[in-house]
């Protein structure tokens, strides 16, 4: 059988397929630095290939938000937070089978709470009124941001990044962590479907379908990408720094823990356990090494045993930290198999078994045990007994790193918490609380994903992600 199509018919085919291409935004890349990623940019929902396709898809969207105003990206933010807590259980089993870490109750938690990410209302200008005149300052989008999220939390970082960024009147493209890439273009293309819908705007979040090295480095190569914004270890802060574009690095943490003698150990170690077992381990604020004072230890240790806590020591420590690290020189690098995994895959690891229940397990080290001195990432806390506080504060520093990130400390001593907030000088600074706290969960203060720490901006905002401009008008304007 033969097909026949006249001349007219044909052309009617191929202008409908290039209106439906250029309405999707797919267009050829706009300067010469490929993704490497090889195939054509689909832009299906958001989706893409190729980066440069993806970035020119997203300004066009990026146009479209600005015509609609703050009620346009009002209506991108509930259609963000209610998808996200309406599928929340669907979402969260997905990602917890993609990443094969953390707890499933928790990762279906850390999207409800999207709810707690302030929205537009935190873009507010600042005004001048005198003898001069009028002055306006006002906090305008940047474009399109590049945002590269992490594996530990991947659509949690990716609906907290939209509310924060689409608040703010920017476009996205999104380079996810590859162990969380079925989870990224799962919510996104469903944000997006959404927002054609009641917007009629494609690809306002853009993702990469398999995002690489070489995807994040099209990413920031690309002009039209105005600003960057990192979610993730060392590594990739690195490069965002090197990369010559403004970056809001969110970077990696080590968070200490000082426990003295003044507070209640019984309630120390209930919220300590309550941090560090969240989502096993995996939060860059989690607790994940604690210094104790002598004369607070025993109370300590007997409260961490009471409340959830298994103490291993000997020989099952030597052979967890043998199956968690690798030595390399002098140094133990972190392996990634018992990375946010379960307190009894932990403790098979170690040749133990442990009661049903245990939230985590705990060792007794010294400061220079490598689970003190990495960031591990999993439900095993390293107790170190020390002399004093002042002994202490110096261990938490050197465990710190200098990341800048959080510390917490448990004692009714104003003195000691001033002088543990100007040693460290850390961005989040939790007394006598888990370390959700700081982050609006039973503490007060409003929620984000990505706590720039590397860069100094803090607990991201709406904010975060502008521009600020000044207008000026001159003349005796002034009403009063
Ligand atoms: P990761 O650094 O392995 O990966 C993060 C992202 O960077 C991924 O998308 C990954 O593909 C990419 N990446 C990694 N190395 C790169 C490189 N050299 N060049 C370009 N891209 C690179 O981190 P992870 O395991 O996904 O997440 C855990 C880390 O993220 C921890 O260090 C944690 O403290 C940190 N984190 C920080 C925050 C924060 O708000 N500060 C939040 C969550 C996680």
Known sequence: ??????????????????????????QAPSCGCSAGAGASASGEHGIFNDVDAAVAAAKQAYQKLVKLGIQGRNDVIKIVKDMTIARAEEWGKFEYEESKIGRLDHKIEKLKIVELVPGTDWIRPDAFSGDDGIMLEEYTPYGVIGAITPLTHSIPTIAGNVVSMVAAGNAIVFNPHPGGAKSAVLAISEFNKAIEKKLNISNLLCCIEKPTLDTFAALTKNPDIAMLCITGGPGVVAAAMKSGKKSICAGPGNPPVIVDETVDANKAAKDIIKGCAYDNNLLCVGEKEVFVVEKAYDKFIFAMKVNGGYEISGAALEKLTQAAFEKKGEHYVLKRDLVGKDPEVLAKAAGVIIPRGTQLLFAQTDANHPFVVEEQMMPMLPI??????????????????????????????????????????TTVFIKNGPCVAGLGLGGEGYLSYSIATATGEGITSPKTFTRKRRCVMVGNLSII
């Not at 959080?406 to 907030?421: E, K, Q, W």
């Open 1 to 26: 059988m033969s097909l026949q199509i006249d001349e007219e018919s044909l052309r009617k085919i191929v202008r409908s397929v290039v209106e439906k291409l250029a309405s999707e935004g797919a």
């Open 384 to 425: 170190v007994k020390c002399k004093d506080f002042e002994e202490a504060l110096e261990c938490a520093v050197k465990a710190e790193h200098g990341y800048k990130h959080s510390a917490i400390i448990h004692s009714l001593n104003v003195s000691r918490m001033t002088d543990m907030a100007r040693a460290l000088s």
